[in-house]
């Protein structure tokens, strides 16, 4: 009998955590751009709850210049100053600054990978404690919770969801 996760399984259907849940949460990307959203989502939701950040999700997007890499790589002063006055995101520089960083390293790893993707592949055997290292060495702003959110809602760690789950069934069997 399959059942939807506990923390999702009483919310409305229209409810932010459970569109996430349903549509996001754990499906491999492919698009750097996308992979690049996500750690910049994860990185802003340190300290805050996770429900903030889905509901300014659109904000970010918008904020953050669709999460173009080699936009957010040349932000400027000017960028930074417009970022911190947006009040549909979260204002915080360290913050803003591992965006900007991080957009210009996944550049590098581009550059030498061929694609974000292709590095997060080539790792992809790698447990929890080796990426943590990897991406503490590699990227500013990420933490153990932060590089585990991160691998886990991008399909490169287990966990995001139940075995029993609908939405792990469906992932499950996508990746056949």
């Known amino acids: 009998m399959s059942t939807y996760c506990d923390y999702v399984k009483d919310l409305p259907l229209d409810n932010v955590h459970r569109i996430y849940h349903d549509t996001m949460y754990g499906f491999s990307l492919d698009n750097d751009n996308q992979l690049f ?17 889905l509901n300014k999700m659109t904000n970010f997007r918008k904020a953050y210049s669709n999460f173009d890499l ?4 040349n932000y400027k ?5 417009r970022l911190l006055q947006d009040a549909g995101i979260i204002r915080n520089k360290l913050k803003i600054n ?8 996944i550049l590098d790893i581009q550059k030498e990978n061929g694609s974000f993707k292709n590095w997060l592949d080539k790792n992809s055997n790698f447990s ?4 943590v290292k990897l991406f503490k060495k590699t990227f500013k702003f990420t933490g153990g919770e ?3 959110e991160f691998l886990m809602s991008t399909g490169y760690l287990p966990g995001a969801h139940v075995a029993n ?3 792990y069934i469906q992932i499950t069997n996508s990746k056949l």
């Open 128 to 131: 929890k404690d080796e990426w």
């Open 165 to 167: 789950c609908p939405i």
């Open 77 to 81: 002063e000017k960028d930074i100053q």
């Open 146 to 148: 932060i590089v585990n």
């Open 98 to 105: 591992a965006a900007i960083h991080n957009a210009n390293i």
């Open 37 to 53: 959203e996500r750690l910049v989502l994860e990185i802003n939701q340190a300290g805050l709850s996770w429900n903030t950040i």
């Open 70 to 73: 080699n936009t957010v790589a």
